[in-house]
């Protein structure tokens, strides 16, 4: 279905009808509760990775450590994902593992980032924590709610957006004058559009996560389904939050 393939795969799991209903259902309380853990856990990661960078630095470089953050740890997240993805359980146990290195990701982004444009990190964390909490917000008073319109305008709009990479992509082929000649003006509001794009679309997929959260606890889907569920909305909540700031920093002139 449209709903299922718009959804976070990893969420999506929650639609099925569980072999075996659990007498302690997962809840979307639970959910929230897992999520701010996992989010404390990768922002220990990051200020500790921080640290450990800044003492590292001399002068305008950074002595070692960059490496780690940008290469090594996206690599243990990809594993430990696969992980997790193979059976759902093991995020009880592995969802912290993944959020240190997560927090290392971007604890050394950040850094650079901050570096080139200080208070950007702050800008950044309360644009996405203000997005997340707004739609939450929404959903729980039902503002947002994951309908077909709300689904199939969704997948309108990502339609759009990989129709226009693709494109691009094929007439890049061999052509020597592709891509045309743009402005500096008109660069700049092509980036705005793909960055906002990149923000709006992982953000309104909350709302498909959180409605998918409430069937499976319907379906009696057990609790410790949560920390599954928390990973990956924990994983949209990063991804929110780069975007955010490489958009502050595109907007700051960097």
Known sequence: SMKKMLRNPSVGIFEGVPEKVSKV???????????????FV????????????????????IRNGVGFGIFIAPLGMFFLYRFICKN???????????????????????????????????????????????????YKVRLLRATPQFMQAISG??????????????LSIGNPYWPPHFTDAQKYFIFLFFNIAMIVLPA??????FDSVEEGARL???????????????????????????????????
């Open 42 to 61: 990768s922002m220990a990661s990051a200020l500790a990775y921080w640290w450990l960078l800044k003492i590292n630095t001399v002068g305008d470089s």
């Open 157 to 170: 709009f990502l339609s759009i957006i990989l129709s226009i990479i693709c494109l691009n992509s094929l």
């Open 88 to 138: 759902e359980v093991n995020a009880k146990f592995l969802g912290v593992p993944y959020a240190v290195c997560l927090g290392a990701l971007y604890g050394s982004i950040s850094m650079i980032a901050e570096r080139g444009t200080p208070g950007i990190v702050v800008q950044a964390f309360l644009t996405s924590a203000g997005t997340f909490l707004g739609l939450l917000l929404s």
């Open 25 to 39: 259902t997962l809840s979307l309380t639970g959910v929230r509760v897992k999520t701010l853990s996992l989010l």
């Open 220 to 254: 009696g889907h057990s609790k410790d389904l949560e920390w599954y569920a928390a990973t990956s909305i924990l994983t949209g909540l990063v991804w929110i939050y780069l975007a955010f700031l490489f958009l502050i920093a595109r907007l700051s002139g960097r």
């Open 204 to 209: 309104l997929t909350f709302i498909l996560d």
